[in-house]
């Protein structure tokens, strides 16, 4: 999983008015969550949260193979959560939407908030 930094975005989005969305945006917004869905696909966007590594690094740090990483960075790239540079025969990966910052904070301030909350009510019961 993503580490997780400070819970900054709450209070923005505790207050973000409530928008129907329609139907092609919804599959839109579904499809980003799929993709954003596999543990593997998580850890390469963690491998390159502090900037661009080639392929073979981010096989190395997150201990999948190579077809297997390169499967996955394809589809992060055709989505346009990554981008892609080749540099003599290397290929390097990097961040291309920095949304992705923001939602992984979101999401671990929530599991951070929930695992806080149940820690809390099992020192009650005890």
């Known amino acids: 999983m993503l580490e997780c930094v400070n819970p900054l975005l709450q209070p923005a989005l505790m207050s973000a008015k409530k928008k129907p969305m329609p139907p092609a945006v919804l599959s839109h917004v579904a499809r980003r969550f799929a993709l954003l869905g596999e543990p593997t696909r998580l850890g390469i966007l963690q491998c390159l949260m502090d900037g661009e590594l080639p392929v073979n690094d981010i096989v190395r740090a997150t ?23 080749r540099q003599g025969i290397q290929v390097f990966y990097g961040i291309a939407d920095p949304s992705l910052f923001r939602l992984c904070e979101i999401v671990c301030v929530s599991l951070t908030d929930k695992a806080m909350a149940e820690a809390q009510a099992l020192r009650r019961h005890s």
Do not use: E, W
Request: charged share 20%.
């Open 63 to 85: 201990g999948a193979s190579q077809a297997n990483v390169s499967r996955h960075l394809k589809a992060l790239h055709d989505a346009a959560l990554v981008s892609r540079r």
